[in-house]
């Protein structure tokens, strides 16, 4: 299934972490880490009254993220209806990475807002347009990215190219006005974050995109309103991961 393909290339992935360069940057000792991951699941729904699995679910691949070091960025996409306790649990998850000014990105007001194609809004073009998602200044400690609103793309490019931000940790983008940005440079997403908040149902979103697509993201997938056998599934991922950032 597409759930057990995810947690097959997550474990792939800490099998990398784990015998990297980096390996030398120890995530949290055990005890150190479950208080800190009760702490991030308490902060994240506290008076949200949203169900305590993917609440626990998004805190486990939050901590993650911020603990385990990785060559590539931790995509997770929050799934529920609109206008509700979701959107607030979505600016806390971008929040809680601790960079100041994560980027946040509105897919309705930003991406259409013109008729180029919401890849090239994003990475920027030379000489033209800086990227929506392309950082000002100096990189941040830890590339944090959030992007809402993205039942309103349909184009199948979208999810290529977040798919192909995670596989490679890094993509070019563009700012005309940074001398060392203006013919492009490489944005590097080790150790970073990307949300994307869609109010689609999970089976809309497979719908959407290429299965080969869906399966590499699935594992990041966060659903409030799934109550079947799947959700108990990615329960249990979540709680693989844990045991493995906690090691």
């Known amino acids: 299934t597409d759930a057990l393909r995810g947690l097959r290339e ?3 992935r800490q099998f990398e972490i784990w015998t990297s360069d980096d390996v030398v940057n120890r995530p949290l000792s055990t005890q150190t880490a479950d208080a800190s991951l009760r702490a991030l699941h308490r902060d994240l729904g506290e008076g949200l009254g949203l169900d305590e699995a993917p609440v626990f679910q998004l805190a486990s691949h939050l901590h993650a993220a911020i603990n385990a ?4 960025p931790k995509v997770i996409v929050l799934c529920g209806p609109g206008g509700s306790s979701v959107d607030s649990l979505y600016k806390r998850a971008l929040q809680a990475c601790g960079e100041d000014k994560p980027i946040d990105v509105q897919a309705g007001a930003d991406l259409l807002r013109t008729a180029e194609d919401a890849v090239q809004l994003m990475v920027g073009q030379a000489g033209y347009s800086k990227g ?8 941040p400690n830890r590339y944090v990215a959030g992007i809402s609103g993205i039942e309103h793309l349909q184009d199948v490019k979208f999810w290529a190219f977040v798919a192909q931000m995670q596989r490679d940790g890094l993509f070019r983008g563009y700012d005309p006005k940074d001398p060392a940005k203006e013919n492009g440079a490489i944005v590097d997403l080790k150790n970073g974050v990307v949300i ?7 089976s809309q979103l497979k719908a959407q995109i290429p299965e080969a697509l869906f399966g590499q993201l699935a594992h ?3 659903d409030f309103s799934d109550t079947s056998s799947t959700s108990a599934l990615r329960q249990l991922e979540a709680r693989v991961e844990e045991h493995i950032c906690t090691q």
């Open 220 to 222: 990041g997938i966060v």
């Open 10 to 12: 997550e474990l792939e």
């Open 132 to 139: 929506l998602l392309v950082p000002i200044g100096n990189a």
């Open 196 to 202: 994307l908040r869609t109010q689609r149902t999970v």
């Open 69 to 72: 070091p990785s060559l590539r």
